[in-house]
């Protein structure tokens, strides 16, 4: 009696193919990370985007020190800045330097 690796076989080919998505906007990403925006006004509801897919010190102080204590659990290994001060009528668009980003021939 053979031992049948049908399975295994199919298994491997599913994981190493490629699924592609369209999405609009980060949002939409599992690797999409938003937290609040601290701001003084208590009524505004402005996020932090973030990408986990991707890992880069934040353009500027603010941001770099909300990344940090994100990151500072070692839960998240990962963390870039997509974007500050996103409220939710926002189009913000995915950034060129995204990682999934496939490009349509
Ligand atoms: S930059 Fe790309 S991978 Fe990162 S959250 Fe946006 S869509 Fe997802």
């Known amino acids: 009696m053979g031992l049948n690796l ?10 190493k ?4 998505i369209d999405i609009k906007n980060c949002s939409e990403c599992p690797h999409h990370l938003a937290t609040p925006y601290p701001t003084s006004d208590s009524f505004e509801r402005a996020e932090y985007w973030w990408c986990k897919a991707d890992n880069e010190v934040a353009p500027n102080l603010d941001a770099e020190k909300q990344r940090l204590s994100l990151k500072e659990n070692g839960i998240l290994l990962n963390l870039k800045y997509i974007a500050g001060y996103v409220e939710w009528h926002d189009e913000t668009p995915i950034p060129a330097w995204c990682p999934c980003k496939i490009k349509k021939k």
């Open 17 to 20: 193919m490629k699924i592609g």
């Open 6 to 15: 049908t399975p295994y076989i199919l298994m491997i080919i599913i994981f």
